[in-house]
C-alpha cells in the first residue's frame, strides 16, 4: 500500500513540473485560479519523501513547491504553501547536514550556525523537546540531534 501511494505521488508531481516548465518557456502565467489539488500534490510529495527518508525526492519536491508556490495567485492558498515551505526548508537545512556532514547525527552553532536559536525562536516548544536528546561533552559544547529536530520539525506540519 505504501509503495502504492509513493508511486501515485511520484506521478502527481511528474505531472505538475510539465505545467510548470510550460508555463515558463511560453511565459504565459498560470491560471488565476489554480486547483486546490496541485498544492495538495506537492505538500503531500514532501511528505511521503519524509516517510519514505527520501532525500533526493524531498529536495526535489522542495524545488517543485517553491516554484509552484511562486507561481500561485496571491492569496490565502498561497500563504499556506508558503508557511509549510519555510517548515520544510528548515527540514532541508537539518537534513541536508545530516546527509552531508560526516559528523551529521548531531549538529552545533559551529556546524550550522545560528540554527538552533532560531529554531527556538521560530517554533515554540522546540527547546523543551530537544533537551532531553541534546548532548554536551566535557568542555560544554552542546550537540543537538538531526533526526529529533527533523522529527520535530514536521510534527509542526501536523493539522
Not at 559528523?103 to 552545533?108: P, Q
Not at 522546540?126 to 554536551?136: L, P, S
Not at 552542546?142 to 510534527?155: D, G, I, M, N, W
Request: aromatic share 10%; with cysteine.
Amino acid at each position: 500500500m505504501d509503495s502504492l501511494r509513493s508511486m501515485l505521488s511520484v506521478a502527481a508531481v511528474f505531472c505538475v513540473i510539465p505545467v510548470l516548465s510550460a508555463s515558463a518557456i511560453t511565459k504565459k502565467t498560470l491560471p488565476h485560479r489554480l486547483p486546490a489539488v496541485v498544492s495538495a500534490i506537492a505538500l503531500t510529495a514532501l511528505r511521503d519523501s519524509n516517510e519514505t527518508n527520501d532525500f533526493r525526492r524531498f529536495e526535489a519536491a522542495l524545488a517543485v513547491a517553491k516554484s509552484l508556490a511562486d507561481l500561485m495567485p496571491l492569496g490565502a492558498a498561497r500563504n499556506a504553501l508558503r508557511r509549510a515551505i519555510l517548515v520544510y526548508e528548515d527540514v532541508d537545512a537539518v537534513w541536508s547536514f545530516a546527509v552531508r556532514d560526516r559528523y551529521g547525527a548531531y549538529f552545533n552553532d559551529d556546524s550550522l550556525p545560528g540554527l538552533h536559536d532560531r529554531l527556538n525562536a521560530d517554533y515554540p516548544g522546540y527547546d523543551d523537546f530537544i533537551a532531553d536528546y541534546r548532548v554536551a561533552d566535557r568542555k560544554g559544547n552542546v550537540l543537538y540531534p538531526t533526526a529529533e529536530t527533523r522529527t520535530f520539525l514536521l510534527k509542526q506540519l501536523a493539522p
